[in-house]
């Protein structure tokens, strides 16, 4: 029964949540990252030229290359670039991607979940984490493929890490491992607030010997990227353009936590005037709020033992909640050069979302009521078709939205303005703007214009170093689970006696 209601729900995900999203549709939605296609397009492209791994879009900045998968985390490109390359178009690909990190993020949040509570509670977990409406916001207002694979991935990491500290198993430890990377290499901004997260679970868990490897090989397996994007950032306009958004003008006000207009505009500098919605969802929050009452009434009432693991992700949460209020400003100022670069300060909400799915788990776990399950399983059906409504975009037709999007004209001559951080320095900043609306580019500009050191054709030394560390330890781990697969096949294949020695030997 527990295996058809599960089945059940992900059947609601896909044709409930993920109905804009089929790939088969002669439709789509336009949202505020309109590069994503482009960039899709070019790191196929350099797939396909065996330019492994893609740094440079080639045909970007009038055919000149730019360097955005250099700086911009790869893992959703890879992933995406896969879908693309067994015949799917890139906006199929795009929807699809989009599609199956929501099925990631809601079977991993399950799985964490199930590892503290009953399948209930930890379904009605899974389903709150992917309908909290910051979801809707990533895919069909913003666009933003890359947060929303970190928020796919983070709790599955969660759920490997905590399964690696319980058992002494290379299989695990390379999943574990292998997982991580990807983690830490699906956004730029959410992995790095994620190293301290994972950190600390890591530190809470009995057997920290397993995970802490696993977190250092993650790491030298996503050097490829980090490496090169830390060591020739200098190289870019990044440290001036991100000055030009200041995080003083983005803070939330309370109330618009639990309820603000839906729409597909901007963010703007008060609470009155955003043209985007951040309401985490009212389900969530109610349910989370039960549950964090009922963890202060078990700790300070009943004086339970208090759970490292329960109390980490309310601290977390409510934490980062309170990052994103006009409040928090003290602790932005203090620390700016650090939480500069989060650049918004409701991006918060994204990595809170699991620990608010947590404590919401947590209450219905420890309610005690008659035919809970059938309770729970309704408001799993609730939560799905009361917020099914935010799961949609600004629908135009594919075909429009590839004129718009996907043409040369718009590869070569518009995608890189949309990401002008990742200019080189080697051309003038100003200059290279003041040709974003011109209808022809000066053939001396490119004539001269370089984006030194970085070339398709060759690699800088911190690239190749980075290349190394990064090939070095998968051939390690590797290694390590060929180790695992022949140590199993001697021992089950053959060193397993026969039937007949069996028999024999009676």
């Known amino acids: 029964m527990k295996k058809i209601t599960f089945v059940v729900v992900l059947f609601l995900i896909v044709f409930i949540l993920g109905r804009n999203l089929n790939p088969f549709s002669s439709t789509m939605f336009t949202f505020h990252d309109s590069t994503q296609p482009a960039r899709i397009q070019q790191f196929v492209l350099e797939l396909r030229q065996l330019h492994i791994p893609p ?4 045909d970007f900045n009038f055919k000149l290359g730019f360097p955005v998968f250099n700086f911009y985390a790869p893992f959703s490109y890879w992933l995406t670039g896969l879908i693309n390359l067994t015949g799917f178009d890139i906006v199929s690909s795009l929807k699809l991607s989009f599609l199956l990190a929501l099925l990631v993020g809601f079977t991993g949040s399950y799985l964490f979940l199930k590892n503290f509570f009953d399948f209930y509670p930890s379904l009605l977990g899974g389903v709150l984490y992917i309908t909290s409406l910051y979801f809707p916001l990533d895919i069909f207002v913003r666009g933003n493929l890359a947060e929303l694979w970190f928020l796919a991935l983070m709790p599955l990491t969660f759920h490997l890490a905590y399964k690696n500290s319980l058992k002494n198993n290379r299989k695990i430890f390379f999943l574990t491992t292998i997982i991580l990377s ?45 490496l090169p994007a830390i060591a020739e950032m200098s190289s870019t306009w990044a440290k001036e353009v991100a000055t030009l958004t200041s995080f003083q003008n983005h803070f939330l006000c309370l109330n618009q936590l639990w309820d603000s207009p839906w729409g597909y505009g901007g963010s703007t500098q008060d609470c009155i005037s955003d043209g985007l919605s951040f309401k985490i969802g009212k389900l969530q929050i109610i349910f989370f709020t039960l549950g964090l009452l009922m963890f202060l009434y078990k700790t300070l009432v009943k004086k339970n033992k208090i ?10 949460s409510l934490f980062f909640l309170f990052l994103t209020l006009y ?10 050069p650090i939480m500069s670069v989060v650049q918004f300060p409701w991006r918060f909400i994204g990595p809170s979302l699991l620990g608010i799915s947590f404590l919401a788990s947590y209450f219905f776990q420890n309610l005690k009521i008659p035919i809970k399950s059938f309770i729970v399983f309704f408001l799993i059906l609730a939560t799905i078709f009361i917020n099914q409504k935010y799961f949609k975009g600004q629908t135009i037709k594919q075909t429009e939205f590839e004129k718009r999007y996907l043409t040369q004209s718009y590869i070569e001559k518009k995608a890189a303005y949309a990401i002008a951080e990742y200019l080189p320095k080697t051309i003038d900043y100003n200059y290279w703007r003041s040709l974003e609306k011109k209808k022809e580019v000066p053939l001396e500009f490119i004539a001269k214009s370089s984006i030194e050191p970085f070339d398709k054709d ?4 911190i690239e190749k170093v980075g290349n190394f560390i990064s090939l070095s330890t998968l051939i390690f781990l590797m290694f390590l689970n060929i180790k695992i697969i022949n140590r199993f096949l001697k021992k089950n294949l053959f060193e397993r006696p026969s039937n007949n020695v069996k028999q024999n030997s009676r």
């Open 55 to 58: 740094r440079i879009a080639p």
């Open 458 to 461: 060759k690699q800088t030394l």
């Open 307 to 316: 759970n490292k693991i329960l109390l980490f992700f309310t601290i977390y």
């Open 182 to 226: 990807f983690t830490l290499t699906s956004h730029n901004i959410y992995s790095l607030i994620f190293i301290p997260l994972v950190l600390i679970f890591i530190l809470l868990l009995k057997n920290k010997k397993t995970n802490l490897p696993s977190l250092l090989f993650a790491l030298f397996l996503s050097g490829y990227f980090w």
């Open 327 to 336: 409040q928090s400003k003290l602790i932005w100022e203090l620390f700016s």
